[in-house]
């Protein structure tokens, strides 16, 4: 390996290097934002005070459901703290994306960035005011109501799919900046664009 190849990168360098996998993160990120924001104004429309409509045989339900807490109805008392850790989660994900330079994490992380946005500005600007919003949810999976899987909506989804697809990039070795970690927990050489 020669010396210059072992040299850090200058700032600009990374930027130019990222850039393409930012773009490919933000794309991601506007199209479920805005898969999102269209299914919850139709849901909200069409849905409102109907009993839930069967799909597939009863696989699936589409019911308007608004949650004041996380997944799973989760911490229903504490929106105003869900909804400041959605803001953590879009200012990290902002953060880290300057170092940017795999096509799998930049799909996982506009999936979880996209969610993440669309479950916030459900906080931010539903009633009962700012900050406080319920998150409409709409897909209930085998029953209604949530008996037998919570209802959920597309951003908790696109939520869920990029943390799975983060957990196995992470297991496969995979890095933030495209490297490949070895078994040996070192990294190997060159990048590559997964």
Do not use: C
């Amino acid at each position: 390996m020669s010396e210059r190849a072992s040299e850090p990168s200058t700032p600009s360098a990374t930027v130019t290097a990222a850039g393409p996998k930012v773009v490919l993160l933000a794309v991601i990120a506007v199209l479920v934002l805005a898969a999102d924001i269209i299914t919850k104004t139709v849901a909200v429309a069409q849905l409102e005070n109907r009993a839930p409509l069967e799909l597939l045989g009863g696989l699936v339900y589409l019911q308007l459901v608004r949650n004041p807490g996380a997944a799973f109805s989760l911490a229903t008392g504490y929106t105003w703290v869900l909804t400041i850790v959605a803001i953590a989660v879009v200012v990290v994900i902002i953060r880290v994306a300057r170092r940017l330079r795999s096509v799998g994490w930049a799909i996982a992380l506009g999936l979880v960035l996209g969610g993440a946005l669309g479950n916030l500005t459900d906080r931010i600007f539903r009633a009962p005011g700012p900050l406080q919003g319920h998150v409409v949810d709409v897909v209930s999976l085998f029953a209604p109501d949530g008996r037998v899987w919570p209802v959920f909506n597309m951003a908790d989804s696109s939520i869920v799919t990029g943390g799975v697809l983060l957990v196995v990039l992470a297991l496969l070795g995979r890095e933030l900046d495209g490297r490949r970690t070895s078994a040996r927990g070192g990294a190997e050489e060159g990048a590559d664009s997964a």
